[in-house]
């Protein structure tokens, strides 16, 4: 069966799913996404993902075209077309059409996009035997230039993150803010576990409020452990007694080596696996039916 995706109300092919030159998503990054995952034929976390796509929305004064409800039966219907049962979800609000000047006004609607795809997951060994990061020299946006809250379609500190990543030969990357403080991976967010207690800098510093992030602070409070929100330096990750990343494509992900410096004893944690096996218990017990 081939795939199936939503654009603009219409189910199409990926052959046929084709933006204009001319939409401000591609001219100006102008616009907003989602990721998302489907395990079992239930899509985690769906009605959470619908809230950040439209306080994104608000924040950059941007309306899309269709209620809450809407996008997400727009959701459940995609997945259902495409009749898979594990796969990865990328929902994308551009500001639509409008002509080459950067106004916004120019554009008479919002462009939305849904598309499901299989999910190319990190091997397992990275979660076996945790993963070896840098921190990059590319500081992430400042909350007061484009708040990272917004998850927006301005992704290219990331990427150039990203490339000091691939060139160092690691697999991870730590952005810091302006200040030198830690903010959270390219594409995840961070946690560090010290003397028992769970710490992972508060989106003041500038982060995505990551919605595996809220959920692994949900597990932890649930499970009896201490979550605090604190400002860290990367000194704070270099002592640490473990570390890991939280994301809904790389799940929870052991971090065991920071810029040359192993964490703990250079392998994954005990508080580290509970959330491993923790977050894979609910991702496989809840979530939005679709079937
Ligand atoms: N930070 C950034 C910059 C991200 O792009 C993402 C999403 N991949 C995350 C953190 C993790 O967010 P979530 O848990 O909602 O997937």
Known sequence: MSQV??????FVTRGEAKVSVYDHGLLY???????L???NGRIFKLEEHVERLYESAKAIMLAIPMTRQQMIEAHVETVRQNNLRDVYIRTIVTRGVGSLGIDPRSCARACV???????SLYPPEFYQEGIKVVTVATRRTAVDALSPRVKSLNYLGNVMAK?????????GGIMLNNEGYVTEGTADNIFVVKKGVLYTPPTHVGILQGITRDTIMELAMRDGYTVREQVMTRHDLFVADEIFFTGSGAEVIPVINVDGRSIGDGKPGAITWHFVNAYRTLVNTTGYPVF
């Not at 990054?29 to 990721?35: A, K, Q, R, S, T």
């Not at 996009?113 to 999910?119: L, P, S």
């Not at 490339?163 to 690691?170: D, M, P, Q, S």
């Open 163 to 171: 490339i000091e990543v691939n060139r160092a030969g690691a697999f």
């Open 113 to 119: 996009i849904i598309i499901v795809d299989t999910i």
């Open 29 to 35: 990054g102008d616009g907003i996404f989602e990721g």
């Open 37 to 39: 995952r489907v395990y």
């Open 5 to 10: 995706i939503y654009l603009d109300g219409q």
